[in-house]
């Protein structure tokens, strides 16, 4: 990685119905949904859905405002990914 970055990559799994809270990202990233179905929104943007196999940018310019799963009987598993400076979280309080 360029300069004093690093590659984060995480794989995170929500259970049925599981909510985000409201939350900010210090720097833009990606986020790959590897099973099941999203539903996020940004701002006041409109909510929209992502299945498996889809990705969403992770914006970094507005509140995460929703990020849940949409199924209410199976997880949602996805991966975060990033580049930050070393020890720098990915998530922030609003």
Partial sequence: MPGNQELMVVEVSYPP???APLHR??????????????????GSDEPRQYRAGETLQDRAD???????????????????IY?????RSYTMEP
């Fill in 17 to 19: 119905g599981g909510v």
């Fill in 83 to 87: 580049v930050l400076e070393p020890g």
């Fill in 25 to 42: 990202h210090p720097v833009a990233g990606a986020i790959y949904i590897v099973e099941g179905v999203a539903e996020s929104a940004y």
């Fill in 62 to 80: 507005l509140p995460h405002t929703l990020f849940r799963n949409c199924d209410p009987d199976r997880p949602l598993r996805f991966l975060t």
